[in-house]
């Protein structure tokens, strides 16, 4: 069984950094695409960031030159950097596991919090 385990969210100012990761057990892996999504109380869930299983990262808009996805497949794991973060950074973050070939979302993680306030 998949499971996504996500870690790293938590309180920051306004300007600084965060390091988000998810550990994955039950999969190959390597093999697939693998995705950060966020929500925020009140709004739809949303692609933050998203890596092939070739490791090329593909961003939002809104998070472009602040953000950067990477993996380390030996580990079993996907990063988010987050770096000059603004309040509307402020939601829940979810890894996601792609079925293979697709946009499709076949797993979630359990999501971790990450709040931007002074």
């Known amino acids: 069984q998949v499971q996504l385990v996500e870690s790293g969210g938590g309180l920051v100012q306004p300007g600084g950094s965060l390091r988000l990761s998810c550990a994955a057990s039950?999969?190959?892996?390597?093999?697939?695409?693998m995705g950060w999504y966020r929500q925020a109380p009140g709004k739809q869930r949303e692609l933050v960031a998203s890596i092939t299983s070739g490791g090329r990262g593909n961003y939002a808009d809104s998070v472009k030159g602040r953000f950067t996805i990477s993996r380390d497949n030996g580990k079993k794991a996907v990063f988010l950097q987050m770096n000059s973060l603004k309040p509307e950074d402020t939601a829940a973050y979810y890894c996601a596991q792609y079925r293979v070939g697709t946009i499709i979302v076949d797993y979630w993680g359990q999501g971790t919090q990450v709040t931007v306030s002074s």
């Open positions: 039950g999969t190959i892996f390597s093999i697939y695409s």
